[in-house]
Nanobody
């Protein structure tokens, strides 16, 4: 049974940093495409970043490029999202996601992903 459990969210001041973690179980991380999404009330879930399982290419939405870094530790079956220079507009519930087959051109679309964690709240505020 595939399970994803996020942690590491919290309250941080603008300009600060957080590292989100996602513990994966029930599957081997490097056999799946894995990624991070975020959602705020009243808005669609937005793709933040992902790692393709075809060529290990990483993708980022434009608003986080240069500030966020996605990474994995396959020995621990863990996915991470290092978030630096945080802005109030980064405030959201962050979800990790996994899927076996991913069309890289549509990585940012929630419907392309099969498995989801329960989410962790990130609040950027002074």
């Amino acid at each position: 049974q595939v399970e994803l459990v996020e942690s590491g969210g919290g309250l941080v001041q603008p300009g600060g940093s957080l590292r989100l973690s996602c513990a994966a179980s029930g599957f081997t991380l490097d056999h799946y495409a894995i990624g991070w999404f975020r959602q705020t009330p009243g808005k669609d879930r937005e793709g933040v970043s992902c790692i393709s399982n075809t060529d290990a290419r990483t993708y980022y939405t434009d608003s986080v490029k240069g500030r966020f870094t996605i990474s994995t530790d396959n020995t621990k079956n863990m996915l991470y999202l290092q978030m630096n220079s945080l802005k109030p507009e980064d405030t959201a519930v962050y979800y990790c996601a996994a899927t076996v087959i991913l069309a890289d051109s549509s990585w940012y679309h929630p419907l392309a992903w099969e498995f989801w964690g329960q989410g962790t709240q990130v609040t950027v505020s002074s």
